[in-house]
């Protein structure tokens, strides 16, 4: 009932879900990060598009599964206030 | 080989078979078995619109002419849906509270309800979407043409043009039905078509089993597993990576700004969003979708390059790789493919922007075409839905129509990249609304304004070529010789790729022009309620006050209402909001909170702008009060809390106080009748008494009476005899169904014949009143025939003696709800005057001192008490033209029969 006045420590499960909330945030973050990361390797050897296209889709399936665990523990665990 | 006339069948095979689901679906939801409608994974699959035929076929092209860039356009997608909880959950959560119907709705509510906003994201979207449709049709059109030449070498020219005209018609025609029939079936007040969204579920998963099944064999059937295709990548002539880092960024932006600002994404995401627990599944699943559909498209590519012929044209490989190897079957479903998923495109978009041109175009005008009258007269829901109806229409010949013109000769990617940043233009405006409160409507305008002129300058008009509206000249050269302006190099930088060059020059201005323009105006009050409420959704929860109250008439709103949202749920929406004021009946107080209620369900239906528009014409506008004023301006919390605490406890304290004052003002009310009754049943008592006396004395006295003076007197006694029994008869009924005694006599009965009987009865009074019936009425129940005619009956004679039209009609017409039976009785007369409702039902209560009447104002009492021992409820039902009164059994009595 009061938003303004919340405790200064949270139980250790608020607190949890909060650094879910913010893990889940960060997530595209880190996706941007290593979707960009190729570009800087010029080209060569390294510059192959098979090579790459196997990074990319590695770090693609990566960050579903990361997603995934993420979201399933964020919606189990949703309380009543989630002002989050 | 597959024979041509084979692929046709199996497509209109197909096209029945989306016909069935979208109908089965669409009966389950209205029958109220949503159960698997409404699950996490019709949700996601809804959301693979956004892979269109660009996907399907123009991927694989893509790939064929430049490597994996191709990827960028679903790895924006994955970004955006991997951060749902910060960016998808807000924008859910403001669709659902603020009922916004699309995404014009949604940037027009934010900024005060402006109509200018509404108009111009309107424009935007039809323009950028209409080649788009066109694309679509040109891609079914061409895989048609893959089959009718029947040979591996593509060359659409060789195909007769008129035919694929034809082909192009015919897909117009059929989608324009579609969407028409499950588009439009009803103006639902949440914008759910889950005929429609079963239907695309159900291509969606076509799609992507075709696009597998393809990749499937040409990895293990055509090469010799992933370490040849492997090999064969390397060897190929897209094995070096081609992608420059700013068209990298650029298209990764582009593709992450279209998941949220395409309409018809906007459209699944947000408007037909059931529950918000369903983006938790979908921002794992759809990325995977996408995942899936893109692993096969680098493998095609090559193989395709490999094995057909120079000059074959890449954006069809999916279809002719298998052909090449023979494959007719595996051909044949990756064609229903690519047709599932440019229909599911087409459709989804068409409804999108029929709801936006309806909501932000035609009701405005119309509004003004009929101003005043609008809220009175006409069904506003029929003008909503034809208005939709004929913007489809008018959208899918708007694309055949470019699809004619553009002579369809363009690569897939080049026309969809035309039409993302065309729609990312929305982005400043959107994010800025629902994360800085600061953002107005002038800074909106001016974005969304010089945005969408620089697209227009830089990327549509170049694409067509060289054309009257963009010659040659003023490509080359820039417009009047000003070299500095050249659409493709403004500033004379000409080194940028076009595309990004148009996307960075049209988003900076945008964003620029958003930001200054926000800054440097001050915002309507309206439009700060607004901008508080999208911004910190989750703090307040609940929406705008934006209406002074009391001006309005309950009446009138529920007249309005009903116009828009139809008759039952109207009804259902005003009872429940008096209910909860603890009121009974149909007409809740007129409180700011409930026009805000019924503001924001009637913007369910027709858009936000519209319903302000609609209410403000009742009401005589919308003031927003100096509390709201602080509502906004008040950061601290710890006063918002204070405010929000007084704020609950007075509201509460009016509720009471307006209960007291009703209950005041009933008693009293009653007491003076009780009086006025005490002495009119005297005087009732009184006149056949004293008659009854002085002509019994008569008889007693004269020996000189005639036989004929003797009989008329003896019948006038009995007469009046009998006219005491009745009143006494009366009061009789009335105190034995009060005090609980008294049996039921209830068996099965059929409702028509109870109503039968009641006419039969009042029939027989040399009645002047017509009655009329609906045939709805063959219903069977468990009741108390005798002491339900009873109720009709005095109904029925009620409108008989007191409806005071010239042609008095009585109308019968039955309902069947869930849970009741409704029986409505509507007359044509003046109706029953507002303060006198709430006493009608009271014993003793007359409304008019006629003694013509000649009743003791008891009928009405004797119906409620009789209603209530069956279970059911009798009420006055307000905003029918007369009086009406609604009977409502209960159907658990109609089930036991």
Redesign the interface.
Known sequence: M????GPVYLERRSYRRRRL?DA??L??VL??GL??F??LWG?GAA????L??LY??AV??A???A??LI??R??RS?PSD??G | MLSFNLLVTFCLGYVALLFVVAFVAEKRAQAGRLGWLRSPWIYTLSLSIYCTAWTFYGAVGYAARSGLEFVTIYLGPTLVMLGWWALLRKLVRIGRSQRITSIADLISSRYGKSNLLGVLVTLLAVVGTTPYIALQLQSVTLSFAVFARDTHVIAPEAWAFSDLNATALWVAAGLALFTVIFGTRNLDVNERHHGVVTAIALEAVVKLVALLTVGIFVVWGAAAGPADIFARIEASPIAQWQTGGGRWVTLTFLSAAALICLPRMFHVMVVENADERHLATASWAFPLYLFLMSLFVVPIAVVGLDVLPEGANPDLFVLTVPLAYDRGALAMLSFLGGFSSATSMVIVAAIALSTMVSNHIVMPIWLNAVRGRATFSGDVRKVVLRSRRLSIAGLLVLGYLYYRVSGGGEALAAIGLISFTGLAQVLPALLGGIFWRGATRMGAAAGLGLGFAIWIYTMLLPGFGETVLMPAQVLADGPWGAGWLRPQALFGIGTMDPVVHAVFWSMSVNTVAFVLGSLLSFPSPLERLQGADFVNIYRYGAGTRGWASHLAEAEDLLVMAQRILGAAEAQALFQDAAARQGKQGYLPDVTPEFLDRLERELAGSVGAATAHAMLGQITGGAAVSVEELMRVADETAQIMEYSSQLEAKSAELGRTARQLRDANEKLTQLSVQKDAFLSQISHELRTPMTSIRSFSEILRDGERIGPDDRARYSSIIHDEAQRLTRLLDDLLDLSVLESGQGALNEQPASLHDIVDRALAVTAGRGARLRVERDGNDRIALQTDPDRLAQVFINLIANAEKYCDAAAPVLRISVREGPGAVSIDFADNGSGIPKDSQAVIFEKFSRLSDTRAAGGAGLGLAICREIMTRLGGQIGYLPGQGGAAFRVTLPRRAADAA
Request: aromatic share 8%.
């Open positions: 009061s938003p303004a006045a909330a889940a945030r997530l595209p996706g941007t979707f960009a190729p570009l080209g510059g192959s598009t098979a790459r296209g990319l889709f693609w399936g960050l579903i599964l997603g995934g979201s399933r964020l919606v949703e989630d002002s």
